[in-house]
């Protein structure tokens, strides 16, 4: 069974930076396409930066340049390093691979104060 597990959010402010990890099992996490996805109060979930096994990265237009997606497979962990934090970044993010989608995990709290 597929699991994965968020951590490394909390409240900062706009121009602070945090970093999150994920952690997944029961995959064959080295080879798949892992992604950060985000779902702000009142929106869809929608794809942040996505991480191939090569690895290509790839982001979402409002956060390049602030947003870097990485990955390490002897740890089975995807990580998300969010700088230069905007108010508009505030949501609960989480990690699954690119389609076929996994059970999503409980993700984790971003919270950007102005």
């Known amino acids: 069974q597929v699991q994965f597990v968020e951590s490394g959010g909390g409240l900062v402010q706009a121009g602070g930076s945090l970093r999150l990890s994920c952690t997944a099992s029961g995959m064959a996490f080295s080879i798949e396409y892992m992604a950060w996805f985000r779902q702000a109060p009142g929106k869809q979930r929608e794809l942040v930066a996505s991480?191939?096994?090569?690895?290509?990265?790839h982001y979402t237009d409002s956060v390049k340049g602030r947003f870097t997606i990485s990955r390490d497979n002897t740890k089975n962990t995807v990580y998300l390093q969010m700088n230069s934090l905007k108010p508009e970044d505030t949501a609960v993010y989480f990690c699954?691979?690119?389609?076929?989608?996994?059970?999503w995990g409980q993700g984790t709290q971003v919270t950007v104060s102005s």
């Open positions: 991480i191939t096994s090569l690895p290509i990265t």
């Open positions: 699954n691979r690119q389609l076929p989608y996994a059970a």
